[in-house]
């Protein structure tokens, strides 16, 4: 079956550090590709996403681009802040059917 | 405005009772979810309705009864709750269940836990 799988966390960050978060999709087809984050006692909100092979979603300094000959949708930002520790979770979605297929999430914690 | 919004947020209860968990959305959307959060955060989808017509069901216990009286509002019941059933649970909605459930909106959660 489909399944996404993330980098185990928690991940722990100085204040300006490099992110990255891995992420791999296994799929028969190609989805589309997401990366959702939650903060502490909240839902979960959409951070951005791809639709298709070599897409690049970006929002709020997030990156990730969506590499099919690897099926890889790392999520990256160039200067963390402490107000980006949440958790992270990698999605997949087929048109058919409307369901998210969520990865098992990766919790950041930045420090100042 | 709260866009999805669940009640009640904190939900503590013994085994074997029952209960229920409220979500209304005012997107207009046409799509709503159930999803459960375990201790480890792991996500998985429930149930899914799309204009008050159930579309998945995932496998769940048939104690867990989604209810939609309108496409506004989809309600979770639990019979006869166990230790097992104690997570975070959230509701989302989507404008549809085509290529628009991609994008869901996510309530706040309601953190049930079973004693």
């Known amino acids: 079956g489909n399944s996404v799988t993330q980098m185990e966390g928690p991940v722990t960050l100085s204040e300006e550090a490099f992110l990255t978060i891995n992420c791999t999709y296994t799929a028969t087809g190609y989805p589309s590709l997401f990366w959702y984050v939650q903060y502490p006692g909240e839902g979960l909100q959409l951070l951005l996403k791809?639709?298709?092979?070599?897409d690049k979603g970006s929002n709020k300094g997030f990156e990730a681009t969506y590499r099919k000959e690897t099926t890889s949708f790392h999520l990256e930002k160039g200067s963390v802040q402490v107000s980006d520790s949440a958790v992270y979770f990698c999605?997949?979605?087929?048109?058919?059917?409307?369901?998210?297929?969520f990865g098992q999430g990766t919790e950041l914690s930045v420090k100042p | 405005d709260t866009a999805v919004s669940q009640t009640p947020k904190y939900l503590v209860t013994q085994m074997g009772n029952d209960k229920s968990i409220k979500c209304e959305q005012n997107l207009g959307h046409d799509t709503m979810y159930w999803y459960k959060q375990d201790s480890k955060k792991f996500l998985k989808i429930m149930f899914s309705?799309?204009?008050?017509?159930?579309?998945i069901n995932e496998t769940v216990p048939n104690r867990f009864s989604p209810k939609s009286p309108d496409k506004a509002h989809l309600n979770l019941h639990i019979n006869s709750l166990e230790l097992g059933d104690s997570a975070v649970y959230f509701c989302?909605?989507?404008?549809?269940?085509?290529?628009?459930?991609?994008?869901?909106?996510f309530g706040p959660g309601t953190r049930l836990t079973v004693t």
């Open positions: 999605a997949s979605h087929y048109n058919q059917g409307g369901k998210l297929i």
């Open positions: 989302a909605s989507s404008q549809d269940s085509g290529v628009a459930a991609a994008g869901q909106y």
């Open positions: 791809a639709t298709k092979a070599d």
């Open positions: 309705y799309n204009n008050k017509e159930l579309i």
